[in-house]
């Protein structure tokens, strides 16, 4: 821990060294000097995102840190304006000369180096949402991060699929809060709740009551689940403006987890999109299995994409494919994907990952660089698949926007208000939230309220 004299001393030094070479932190790791700063005032500390980094155009990669903020008091010394200061950070590493930081290159640098010049959003006070934007210069001087979307749409599945698995019936009011607090975070669709027999689902078997209490909810989308077409008119009679319906391309999955055959599947939902088509009510498509299934193991892009062009050709207007067990990794999912952008448009394409093997953002990176624009995920990362055995929740939408933000593609989601209808779902539920964004990102704003 660094003294408030050292760090004088290191700001009043910091013009002969001008370039320092530190790594770059992630948010749970604090300053060293912390600590010494709560004593000039919880509203003068800011803290930092993780956010990526400008690349000097000399393309050494190496930079400073920089505190954002107005005014730095020490008790010895006259105000310090640190507008640009550098402030140095509780990571072990070995000092690097001027001379011998301004000779290396990208090729023959740590990872860990990068320039941050600016850090747009990062304060990390209690009164100020979390934020790991990357800004526009970012993304235009790296490669990677061009060939990122600018925009990303999400499709909240909590409510449906994230609660499904419940095995205590959550009330009618609870869910209804969930998805008032889902859609004022800006999320532009959540799906509601599905209608199927609540002998297979108990908990989603007040789905008419859900309908009606959201039918005056603006702002969002409402799609609900269809297995057939008594369903489908369920929901339409209940006030649906928007259908899903799900298919496996797995066998042995359809017949356990829909008590039909993949083809028999497929005949039930012709009849619920051409009722559809009829009542000019959109119909979403899912596939369930897309890398890998419980019962028969890896699943073959082949089989996947022939679902997809099937469900294409009846008239869905997205696909969203699913890894349902979350065992697919970028090797897996990558091929697959290739497969079913032979038939099916990329724009109209969804991934949908659960997180059980700790993949999903990493097949998601995958996806968004393969040209995927949309992505489904459930607040806290709740869910799990009753028919598939050991399966995880979804990958978490507070972890998806804050990746998103970080690699500079807009969501337009508030990631704080994301948060809160975490807390909410999660404190009924009685449990820690599945977001490792949310949780980190808690700890650091109860440690900033007690500055």
């Not at 700001?11 to 004593?39: D, H, Q, W, Y």
């Not at 061009?146 to 019936?169: A, C, H, T, W, Y």
């Not at 829909?258 to 009829?278: G, P, Q």
Request: aromatic residues 6%; charged residues 20%.
């Amino acid at each position: 821990m660094l003294s408030v004299k050292a760090l004088d001393k290191f700001l009043r030094l910091r013009s002969f060294f001008s370039c320092t070479s530190i790594p770059i932190m992630s948010n749970l790791e604090e300053p060293a000097v912390f600590g010494k700063l709560s004593r000039f005032g919880g509203d003068k500390v800011k803290m930092f995102s993780s956010n990526p980094c400008m690349i000097r155009e000399n393309g050494t990669g190496i930079g400073d840190c920089w505190l954002e903020g107005s005014s730095l008091h020490s008790p010895k010394s006259s105000n310090y304006e640190y507008t640009e200061e550098v402030c140095p950070w509780r990571r072990q590493m070995r000092n690097v000369s001027r001379g011998d930081f301004l000779n290396r290159t990208p090729a023959n640098m740590s990872r860990n180096h990068r320039v941050f010049r600016s850090l747009p959003d990062a304060c990390y006070l209690p009164d100020r949402p979390y934020s790991s934007h990357c800004n526009d210069e970012c993304t235009r001087d790296n490669k990677l991060l061009r060939s990122m979307p600018g925009f990303v749409k999400i499709v909240e599945v909590g409510p449906r699929d994230g609660l499904q698995n419940e095995k205590d019936i959550v009330p009618t009011v609870v869910k209804v809060e969930l998805i008032k607090m889902l859609v004022s975070s800006g999320l532009p669709i959540v799906e509601a709740t599905s209608f199927v027999s609540p002998k297979w689902v108990p908990q989603l078997a007040d789905a008419k009551d859900v309908m009606e209490a959201i039918r005056t909810v603006e702002g969002g989308r409402f799609p609900v689940l269809t297995p057939n077409l008594k369903g489908f008119e369920a929901a339409v009679a209940s006030g649906a403006k928007e259908v899903a319906i799900f298919a496996s391309a797995s066998e042995s999955f359809s017949k356990s987890n829909i008590n039909c055959s993949i083809e028999h599947s497929l005949t039930r939902y012709r009849d619920v999109a051409l009722a559809a088509r009829k009542l000019s009510i959109p119909v979403r498509g899912y596939i369930s299995c897309v890398v890998g299934c419980p019962l028969e193991g890896v699943v073959s892009p082949s089989k996947v994409t022939y679902v997809a062009k099937e469900l294409y050709d009846m008239g869905c207007y997205e696909i969203s494919l699913g890894d349902t067990i979350g065992v697919g990794t970028p090797g897996t999912v990558i091929p697959m994907l290739e497969d079913v952008i032979d038939v099916v448009p990329i724009d109209k394409l969804a991934v949908h990952f659960h997180d059980t093997y700790g993949q999903a953002l990493s097949n998601i990176l995958a996806s968004l660089q393969m040209g995927i624009t949309t992505v489904d995920s459930s607040v806290s990362g709740l869910g799990g698949c009753p028919y598939a055995k050991g399966a995880s929740g979804n990958v978490a939408t507070e972890d998806v926007v804050y990746m998103l933000n970080g690699l500079g593609v807009k969501t337009n989601v508030d990631l704080g208000k994301l948060m809160l209808a975490g807390d909410f779902i999660c404190q009924h539920l009685g449990r820690q939230s599945g977001s490792k964004t949310a949780i980190a990102l808690s700890r650091i704003r109860g440690h900033a309220s007690k500055l």
